[in-house]
């Protein structure tokens, strides 16, 4: 079944949404017995959408194992189908010519080397920007956590 750009991209974040909510459904996900799956659903829509919206208090309602795939979600919402799925297509070089053409109008470049350049670079500034914050991050909470803890939060 052929899908247009547009409804590929619904049917990508339908599909991150849904497979947020499952996991975050899993016992392993919670710090808690009890857990509303509607909560779960609302965390793993908002984490997607990057909004950052909660109805729970996230360190608490949800172990480490769900604080994980919430960081998750919020990565490949925040970064995009497209742009996701055409570095994983470039990792491992295979694209369809069609693909090739589509991925070229988007990101309004003329070759697919352009297209390859651009991404890579996209990839190296996102990976960057957050590498920074973390280090500045880590190094705030050095002077209330152990190393370990300081890194993770």
């Known amino acids: 079944m052929k899908f247009s750009p547009a409804k590929t991209l619904i049917l990508f ?3 991150l949404i849904a497979a947020g909510a499952a996991l975050l459904s899993l016992p392993a996900a ?4 009890k857990f509303s799956f509607i909560t779960n659903l609302f965390t793993s ?3 997607v959408c990057v909004t950052g919206l909660s ?11 769900g604080q994980i795939i919430i960081l998750i979600l919020t990565q490949l919402g925040g970064l ?4 996701v799925s055409t570095v994983i297509t470039l990792l491992l070089g295979k694209m369809a010519l ?3 053409r589509i991925m070229q109008e988007l990101f309004d470049v003329s070759s697919f080397k352009g297209l390859k350049y651009l991404l890579s670079k996209a990839v190296i500034f996102v990976l960057g920007i ?9 190094l705030k909470f050095l002077q209330d956590f152990s190393f370990l803890k300081a890194v993770y939060l």
């Open 55 to 65: 109805v729970v208090n996230i360190g608490q309602y949800y172990s480490n194992f």
């Open 98 to 100: 069609k693909d090739r």
């Open 130 to 138: 957050e590498l920074f914050g973390a280090v500045v991050l880590t």
């Open 30 to 33: 919670h710090s808690f017995s």
């Open 45 to 47: 829509v908002s984490a």
């Open 80 to 83: 995009g189908y497209m742009f």
């Open 13 to 15: 974040f339908f599909g």
